[in-house]
């Protein structure tokens, strides 16, 4: 589905579309791009787009946003994601560097922006703990002032490529004594301080992407808060915000589907029952992604006009998601027998992996599907606040 | 109808039950899967002391004339506890088919062997383009004096790397998808020309591709009828594949349902919120459901040997089961959080078994269909 463009947003399509034929770097296209390449591999996209001037489309161009329109930014972010390019990592420019504009001192933005703008600065997102997972309200990380720093005790968890961080923001309890959400700071850690250990967690598809993030007696220096202290539930809150409108993910879904035609073509003859079977369920994951396309047009549309979509946009989230599980599902029930086997992480040439190449990634994409319903607040809970927020139940 | 268990099934049981949680718990199981060969010979060995090798034979090929019921019952606890070694492979599938369809002298010199667990048997069938058709048979065997030579390729079978022999479909005669003409040979994984590319698998086995240069084998079964052995050696194996899902589920829930009762968000238990209650009744129906079918389609194995009704049942059964399987896998990891995504915990490792259970002979789309039509064939 393609928006009605106006000439000159035509032109930008165009624009874009060449410069990411032109410049996305071929060694960023290996099997699965999300765990097979090197911190500098992956930030190589990213440096390209900030000489570019379009690493943060989001951000006011006082800060090095491009100074976009919502269509353009939709378009940039349609474009890119058909292109199957690596988004820039989504902690450093769509989630803290807002907070930071948005809620920092001078000195904050003029210290952390222009970093997390070149890719100089890795962030990751100190959110979950062990305890507080759906209820993010509860963390119990605590923030204990003491002259010119704070002293930080605590537990972060599911922390995303922690192992290649500079940075961690963090929800820090600074007051025990108020009520759960009025008592949490958002403090920017260092991540080379004393008493800041990573710990890998494995997962089911047998990568590394997630850690433990364990602070002891951390000292962090007052300035590093931002905002006000015990206000950072509100920023915390505007930053989900930010990662639930990004979720529909039409770009990825679409690319999966023409992959998964190809493979059913290629491993399933015509004459096999489960052939037609098999386009019945590509066509209606189709139409899945064609209604929740329109709908994210629909919303782009709005928001063109000034009108916020809100909570709505827990529907990107559960609707993006489940929409990706069952296209990683089906594509690993496409190439039969072959769905037994698994790449072993990290990824090595020298292991021999069975079956055409298509289908090399097919079981890893599978499992790792599962935590899409899981994380940035799972489908149950966003279902919960389409409740409450949108239909007032 | 609810399966009784006469005094020696609730022995059988019992001690595997006994032995599994001795030596079997899940940390002891992720070292068996991490070490160099994969599987334990040790537990193989404790395995066929306890008889649990020998246990479905007949008595007169050795064993223990427990049959499909005792397939089940040790099926039932392999899946509770993730056991990784071949039973399936080794006992069920080349067990089954040497019974079933060899002659006196192979049963006599194979079955002993496979009873006191010093040789690993697996099935060799599927092929690149065979998705889950028995009858799609590419690879080709010639008559050799009294012998038979085979040249093809056989893709993605589990044990391979660790078995002392094949069972090797491959035609005589006919067309490549034809059904007649399909033929069921031994092969020693060792022989000259056999060669293997060996690798994990998604449920923490190993399996390997096997590329066969002019091997010798040795007939099993009657010459061109080996989609028939094949077809009634798959609903047995479903039997057990089956079993071993059910006791999966079983652990999935048990997990689940401790797991809402101690975690806590938003100040309560998350087996509190309504919409977790229905997900985990849910839950427990598909398991119920599942168990049920379980054991109607053992004890229909345990009494007719081979007949279309039966492999209808049995891929009723795969599918029903399967589909359940699915939705409590699912469901488990996504109620357990981040957590039920970890490697560490138990939880992803049977959803991992319960996808793997559903590729294996057929994923559950494809016994549906069977099923639908082997009906309008009756």
Redesign the interface.
């Known amino acids: 589905m393609e928006l009605k463009l106006s000439p000159e947003d035509a032109a930008f399509r165009d624009e874009v579309r060449t410069f990411i034929a032109e410049n996305y770097p071929p060694e960023m296209r290996v099997p699965n791009p999300e765990t097979d390449l090197t911190k500098e591999q992956s930030l190589l996209w990213h440096r390209i787009l900030h000489k570019k001037g379009w690493i943060a489309p989001l951000w006011p161009k006082e800060y090095g946003g491009p100074g976009w329109s919502v269509t353009q930014r939709f378009i940039f972010e349609q474009e890119t994601s058909r292109a199957g390019t690596l988004p820039p990592l989504a902690f450093s420019v769509t989630m803290v560097g807002p907070v930071i504009y948005t809620f920092g001192n001078e000195a904050q933005k003029k210290k952390f922006l222009p970093r997390i703008l070149s890719g100089e600065d890795w962030w990751c997102q100190g959110y979950?703990e062990p305890?507080?997972?759906?209820?993010l309200a509860?963390v119990r990380t605590k923030a204990v002032r003491d002259g010119d720093h704070y002293i930080v005790n605590g537990h972060k968890?599911?922390t995303t490529l922690a192992q290649h961080a500079d940075w961690i923001f963090c929800l820090v309890r600074t007051d025990p004594s108020a009520k759960p959400q009025s008592g949490i700071s958002f403090l920017l850690i260092d991540m080379k301080s004393p008493g800041v250990t990573v710990r890998p967690?494995?997962?089911?598809d047998?990568s590394h992407e997630?850690n433990d993030v364990f602070l002891e007696n951390v000292r962090v220096p007052v300035e590093n808060l931002v905002g006000e202290e015990n206000k950072g539930w509100t920023y915390a809150k505007f930053l989900l915000g930010n990662e639930r409108t990004s979720m529909a993910g039409i770009g990825r879904s679409t690319r999966y589907i023409g992959r998964l035609r190809q493979i059913v073509k290629a491993?399933?003859?015509t004459e096999?029952?489960?052939h037609l079977?098999f386009l019945r369920d590509i066509a209606r994951i189709e139409l899945d992604v064609l209604a929740l396309e329109a709908t994210e047009l629909r919303v782009v549309a709005q928001m063109a006009r000034g009108i916020d979509p809100g909570p709505a946009a827990s529907l990107f989230k559960i609707r993006g998601t489940e929409i990706f599980q069952n296209i990683t599902e089906l594509t690993?029930?496409a190439i039969?027998?072959?769905?037994?086997?698994?790449r072993?992480h990290p990824v090595s040439a020298n292991?021999?992996?069975?079956?055409p190449d298509y289908g090399h990634t097919a079981?890893e994409k599978?499992?790792n599907a599962?935590?899409l319903?899981?994380?940035g607040g799972?489908n149950?809970i966003q279902?919960n606040i389409i409740a409450k927020a949108v239909l007032g139940l | 109808m609810d399966i009784q268990f006469t005094e020696e099934q609730e022995l059988l049981r019992s001690s595997v039950q006994r032995l599994l949680r001795d030596q079997y718990d899940f940390e002891a199981r992720r070292k068996i899967v991490a070490s160099e060969e994969g599987f334990s010979r040790k537990q193989w060995d404790a395995f066929a002391e306890f008889g649990l090798l020998a246990a479905p034979f007949s008595e007169g090929a050795g064993g223990l004339g427990g049959g499909p019921l005792s397939t089940m019952i040790l099926m039932h606890e392999f899946g509770r506890h993730l056991v990784v070694e071949p039973f399936v492979e080794t006992v069920v599938l080349a067990g089954g088919l040497i019974e079933h369809v060899g002659t006196p002298e192979q049963q006599q010199s194979f079955i002993p062997e496979i009873i006191d667990g010093s040789k690993i048997w697996t099935l060799a069938w599927t092929e690149k383009a065979s998705r889950f058709d028995l009858a799609n048979v590419t690879t080709r065997a010639r008559r050799e004096g009294s012998d038979y030579v085979l040249t093809g390729a056989k893709t993605v079978v589990i044990a391979a790397p660790w078995a002392d022999y094949l069972i090797v479909s491959a035609r005589t005669s006919g067309d490549d998808r034809e059904r007649s003409g399909v033929s069921l040979f031994v092969v020693d994984r060792r022989a000259t020309g056999v060669d293997l590319q060996s690798f994990k698998t998604v449920d923490g086995r190993r399996a390997a591709e096997v590329s066969l240069r002019d091997v010798r084998g040795q007939l099993l079964g009657v010459e061109g009828e080996g989609v028939a052995a094949l077809e009634a050696c798959r609903d047995r194996a479903i039997g057990a594949l089956c079993a071993e899902a059910v006791g999966a589920i079983g652990e999935l829930n048990s997990a689940t349902l401790e797991y809402s009762k101690t975690r806590k968000q938003f100040g309560t238990t998350i087996g509190s919120f309504q919409v977790l209650q229905h997900r985990m009744v849910d839950m427990f129906i598909a398991h119920q459901e599942a168990l049920s079918l379980m054991q109607h389609l053992s004890l229909s194995l345990s009494l007719s040997d081979s007949d279309a009704g039966l492999s209808r049942l049995a891929s009723g059964a795969k599918s029903k089961i399967g589909y359940a399987g699915k939705f409590v896998a699912d469901q488990a990891v996504q109620l357990h959080g981040g957590m039920g995504m970890t490697d560490e915990l138990n939880v992803g490792h049977y959803f991992k078994r319960i996808s793997s259970i559903n590729i294996q002979f057929g994923d559950p789309a494809f016994h549906v269909l069977r099923y639908a039509q082997l009906d309008a064939a009756a």
Do not use: C, Q
Not at chain 1, 131 to 135: E, F, I, Q
Not at chain 1, 351 to 355: A, I, L, S, T
């Open positions: 979950s305890g507080s997972g759906s209820d509860t968890t599911w967690i494995i997962t089911i047998g997630v491993e399933i003859p096999d029952p489960a079977e690993h029930r039969g027998n072959y769905g037994l086997a698994i072993e292991r021999f992996m069975p079956g079981s599978y499992l599962r935590k319903s899981i994380y799972s149950e279902r």
